[in-house]
């Protein structure tokens, strides 16, 4: 089944303790996106990757860390978490074919909560 | 910088009606766009897509409709049922930026038995 996984799906953790939050891929798509939602405020990106080893910001990049060391696999780290990155993540990769962007899957989504 | 919203935050219609989810978009340049719904506790799912040279697009049960001078979209859904109760983002993609999406605060749509 083609599929977006995270894990986890839910994590509780305290400030300063760093966390990641893996992301992977069935579909063998280029692009991957990582987004929180927060209420009021819809999704926003955080990063995104065009390939292996190429990762650019997106709108909301101040306290993430991204990789993309393997097609299929993009992880989000947190290398000091604070209050303030309580939110819902999703992950999400489309294919890019001739120039053309894809529809873009999203996982099912990460509930954190930071103390 | 671009933006895309809603008009209104929430809809109710009643089990069999028509329901019509509204959006506007900023900026001209955006070449595609995306109608999602998310229901509680999922990661949104893509319902129907529309490219910049097409007016109207037509999927089961739901219609997109692109009105390009106003910069309007618009997601009709027919013969609304309790499951699409959800809420409906809208999202625009800038012509060829690598960026992707750029969504809005989305919709909440109740369905009333």
């Known amino acids: 089944e083609a599929q977006v996984t995270q894990n986890p799906r839910y994590l509780i953790t305290v400030t300063g303790k760093k966390l990641t939050v893996t992301c992977s891929q069935n579909m063998n798509h280029e692009y991957m996106s990582w987004y929180r939602q927060d209420p009021g405020l819809g999704l926003r990106q955080i990063y995104y990757s065009m390939n292996v080893e190429v990762t650019d910001k997106g709108d909301v990049p101040e306290g993430y860390k991204v990789s993309r060391k393997e097609k299929r696999n993009f992880p989000l780290i947190l290398e000091s978490p604070s209050p303030n990155q309580t939110s819902l993540y999703f992950c999400a990769s489309s294919l890019y074919t001739s120039g053309r962007w894809d529809t873009q899957y999203f996982g099912p989504g990460t509930r954190l909560t930071v103390l | 910088g671009e933006s895309v919203g809603l008009h209104l935050p929430t809809l109710s219609v009643q089990e069999g009606d028509n329901s019509i989810i509204n959006c506007a978009y900023s900026?001209?340049?955006?070449?595609?766009f995306i109608w999602y719904k998310q229901e509680s506790g999922k990661g949104p799912q893509f319902i129907i897509d529309?490219?910049?040279?097409?007016d109207k697009r037509q999927g089961q049960r739901v219609t997109v409709l692109l009105n390009k001078t106003v910069k309007h979209l618009s997601l009709q859904i027919a013969a609304t049922q309790p499951g699409d109760s959800a809420v409906y983002f809208c999202a625009e993609r800038l012509s060829g930026s690598a960026r992707q999406l750029t969504f809005g605060s989305g919709t909440q749509l109740t369905v009333l038995p």
């Open positions: 529309i490219r910049s040279n097409m």
């Open positions: 900026n001209s340049a955006s070449d595609y």
